[in-house]
């Protein structure tokens, strides 16, 4: 690590401009516009004395990405109040959102010296094939919302959009999504009037639909992609198909229906909100698994469905309302997911396979449990000597005193059969939390502030795919291990029960997925926490107000968990990889200090 060079540079760019424009009283047309265009390169050697750089006789790498994207909006608003109960907000539109991503990367070996690192790649004997890409899609939406309010008592809307998306295939690539919302308040009602304690108590209800086009871009065509062999003593290009496409695919929905309540008692220095809410989703859109036979490894479908339902409490007061004040707020939700169908005939099917993994599926999408759990073997020790491996379970790995010991839980006719098979996977975990939750507090005493915010999740499990390579003992010399892992390694009998004899075998953990790489990754994070101080206006001069501040984000975080971050989740956007930690940049602890001025 002291002998590469590994440069990393980012550049990003945001900008944003409106403009409004009052066509008539209480109609308003609007034009929003936003651009966030980003650049990346990484400069990287490996210099000889690494193993890499001894291997290749010095090793350098370029790699240069981009994306740009742009959002275009036009809104025209309207707003009427007739006889001075009844209230219209109305709002229709047309949004436009597009993306557009590029890459480049390529390989230089067999330097002469390491001197001038990557800054001379001419240099270098062999060059690999540059590898590039460039992917685009949008996405573009008709948008209406009605909000009604009666003597501020009775309250309605209604929202409806027409969204069309380029990943999705012809003839699929739009769908519509309404929404409705009802809500009474009831402290405005006259029999509430003599009920001091209470100064408001809001009733609310909605239903509506959402969609989600979450595929990877070209998924309904089928691609190419160039590959090469040797013929007549020279490279020969080809293309050969990249995926199997999917000519159907549609937007996954989602019926979402949320019954709450909102009270505030003592003037609302204390308030309390309740929401239960259920979704029920259809037409998932997901990687199915397919037979190696078919020449691909997965198909992106729409199949199955799935709920979720759940409870989210809100409790805020105003603790200490005098020279020192004292605000307090917090939440905390519970979630459940299960699957609900899979289309006929089928209760279960395996996720993608994962290449950090030794390509082995890592989840399981099965009828009346939640969707994406972890799927695989139990370890449950290790073997301490030949009579022991004898009498156990068969394994065709060829296990021996230091192995791991697998549990055999069932075989092809689903009882314990005496040997260990893909038979004796079963669901290891689940990267979905009991609960989470988040407290706040604001303090504020003579012009000085200090703001924490705490947040937490507690119950949910991670994959640390990092430790597949590090903790096995088993990969040769393609990569370093653990320092606890090398100190606890079995060495004889009863040395140790957790980790096996380090080995030059390149199969870590027999090239099966574990219990022993899924972690509880509960956690509590103070997240932020703010020290300000606003001047008082006799202060100031030619200035409104002004105020400074210090912030420090992820500061401490309380967990078991052993890799970098609990919070990792490195391909959230599957369903079917969710929770898993692969060598992922952890949050950043942050620190930064700034000024407020108003004029």
Known sequence: IELADDQNRFTT???????DYTVAPGLDFKVNGGVNTSKSRRDFYMPRGTTLGDLEGGYAYLGEGSSFNYLTEYTLSYKKTIHKKHRINAVTGYTWQQWTRKSFNINVLNFPNDNLLYYDLTSGASISKPGTATSQWALASFIGRVNYSFDNRYLATFTARRDGSTRLAEGNKWKFFPSFALGWNLSNEKFMRDLKAITSLKLRASYGLSGNQSVSVGATKARLESTGSVANESMQIGYTLANMANSTLRWEMTKQQDLGVDLGRLENRFTFGFDYYKKHTDGLLIGLTIPPSNGFGSYTTNQGSVENTGYEFDLGGKILTGRLKWDASGNISFNRNKVISLGPGVQSFTGPTFRAVAAQTLSIAEVGQPIGAFYGYRIIGIYQNQQEVESSPKDPDNTKPGSFKFKDISGPDGVPDGAIS???REIIGTPYPKFSFGITN?????????SVLVLGSIGQDVINANRYNTDALARGL???????????????????????????????????FTDFIVEDASYVRLKYITLSYEFQKSQLRFIRNLRLYVTGGNLV?????????PEINSHGENSMLQGI?????????????GLNVGF
Do not use: C, H
């Open 581 to 593: 930690d692969s060598g992922s940049i952890p949050q950043y602890r942050t620190f930064s200090m």
């Open 13 to 19: 760019i945001l900008a944003k401009m409106y403009l």
């Open 478 to 512: 393609q990569s370093n291990v653990r320092q606890e892992a090398y100190d606890g390694r079995w060495t004889g009998e009863g040395t140790s029960n957790k980790y096996p004899q380090a080995t030059t075998s390149a199969t870590p953990f027999s090239n099966r």
């Open 422 to 424: 893909a038979d004796d």
């Open 442 to 450: 604001n303090l504020e005493f003579k012009g000085f502030g200090l």
């Open 557 to 565: 975080t309380l967990t078991n968990y052993q890799g970098y971050d």
